[in-house]
């Protein structure tokens, strides 16, 4: 844990939530520290000068001092050049900040996912209709995993062979693409070539678009070891009306 004082550091809040009657407990995904938590002291008062900054996908520079588990802010100023999020932008953007809060181990600094993250955020900005291009969310969750030490093995498969476009695999989880002639009926079975996109990050294909979606998300479901994220829960609830 960052230990004394820190001063002008940039981050991004991912998460609030109450602590006590006129606190918060501010979850903060730091470019130096990483994911760390942070007491704002009096945030929830109406005159508070942190009350209104403390908003999501916002960029900020912070300080805090102290030691132990949960630190105090002191300090927090808004960067500016970050436009709202809005619909469905607004939406996955809550995806993402889920994501880093329940995959990203507390004090572990990633400065590339930080980057990655802040450009994330920037493009979905870019939509300005809310629609979002989920080829910008299957690149962030891959970058994610790269940097979480869980890169995918698309182009080899088991075998040590190159994967063919036109072959099908199956994916296990940590040994990557097992070519397949025919697959049984709870098999999810991916085309050779929606490996290759997705290791290229080219997402033209529909048949791409779709298998590495489901590719992305069992992996996600793997690693975020059965917890269930609530966008994902909203979604589907917002797809059953």
């Known amino acids: 844990m960052p230990r004394g004082k820190i001063d002008a550091q940039p981050a991004y809040v991912l998460h609030t939530y109450p602590f006590r009657e006129t ?6 995904f730091t470019r130096d520290y990483g994911r760390i938590a942070l007491l704002a ?7 508070s000068a942190m009350r209104g900054l403390l908003m999501g996908f916002q960029p900020l520079e912070i300080g805090w001092a102290g ?3 949960v630190l105090t802010l002191m300090k927090i100023d808004w960067q500016g050049g970050q436009a709202l999020l809005v619909g469905h932008a607004l939406f996955c953007g809550y995806y993402l900040n889920e994501l880093l809060l329940h995959l990203l181990p507390r004090e572990d600094a990633h400065q590339k996912l930080f980057e ?3 450009e994330m955020l ?3 900005a870019g939509y300005y209709d809310g629609r979002v291009e989920e080829a910008d969310l299957r690149c962030f969750e891959k970058a994610l995993l790269q940097e979480l030490g869980y890169g995918l093995t698309l182009d080899v498969d088991q075998a040590g062979r190159a994967v063919e476009p036109e072959a099908q695999y199956t994916y296990e989880i940590e040994h990557g693409p097992r070519r397949v002639e025919q697959a049984t009926q709870d098999a ?3 085309s050779g070539r929606s490996l290759l996109d997705l290791a290229a990050e080219n997402f033209s294909m529909a048949r791409s678009r779709t ?5 992305m998300r069992s992996l996600m479901a793997h ?11 909203i979604f589907r609830e917002l797809q059953e009306l």
């Open 122 to 124: 920037q493009r979905l």
């Open 188 to 190: 999810q079975v991916y």
């Open 223 to 233: 690693y975020l070891g059965g917890v269930e994220l609530e966008t994902r829960k």
């Open 41 to 47: 002291r009096g945030a929830r008062r109406p005159r």
């Open 211 to 215: 298998e590495s979606k489901l590719l």
């Open 116 to 118: 990655r993250y802040a």
């Open 67 to 69: 030691k132990g588990e």
């Open 23 to 28: 606190s918060l407990i501010v979850e903060a």
